[in-house]
């Protein structure tokens, strides 16, 4: 999904919306700490997101892309969201969205790929963990017994901040899975636990559900020098 189609989508009844399966597997759970995370890959323009429309130095540097101040839909008085970010308004005003700027880690290294194992880690830029941030949550604080994986990754076999965990089944094809798992249960109602049901069934045609080993890489990235990256 593009990122624009996702956060058109998300202002008009939440999250929880575009995924109403796992809303209703987090309501039947023992296990009530529910973390939706939703990592929208690729570049953004920060400034043009939640626009500084009262900073001159903002107009100054972007004179034919800066949205005017008229068009920003004011957030506080200095900022703003992009035109565009109207479905979110309503989130904002319920106090159910908040934006953290200026997010980064000391000494921050160019590396595209190596940025990229410091967001998955969560590790300062001196040191490599082998274990996803979430990864580390979650042996910390585990799920319930029965629950058949720590997590599900959507759309991506990447492990992400997940890496080196326990257990996770990575979803290529979701509504692939979701039919799978209405014929597993014989029928469209889904009786079991969140993952507690197709996950651990033995054999799943291809596209289906892959439970796999959360492992840590054995070999270090390739570097690319990216100065953008480095945030």
Known sequence: ????????????????ALTPSLAAAAGAAPYQRLLILVELKGGNDGLNTVVPYTDPDYYFLRPRIGIHREQ???ISDRLGFHPSLQALLPLWQARELAVVQGVGYANPN?????SIEIWDTASNSEETLQQGWLARSFASAPPPAAFAADGVLVGSQDMGPLLGGRLV???SNPEQFARQA???EGGD??????????????RHP??????????APTTAPPTCI??????
């Open 1 to 16: 999904m593009k990122r624009r189609d996702f956060l058109n989508c998300l202002g008009g009844a939440g999250l929880l």
């Open 72 to 74: 920003v839909l004011q």
């Open 110 to 114: 160019l590396s595209h790929f190596r």
């Open 169 to 171: 089944v990575a979803l």
């Open 182 to 184: 209405r014929q597993a």
């Open 189 to 202: 109602g889904m009786r079991g636990g969140p993952l507690v049901h197709p996950a651990g069934r033995g």
């Open 206 to 215: 291809a596209g289906g559900p892959r439970r796999t080993r959360a492992m």
């Open 226 to 231: 990216s100065p953008w990256a480095a945030g």
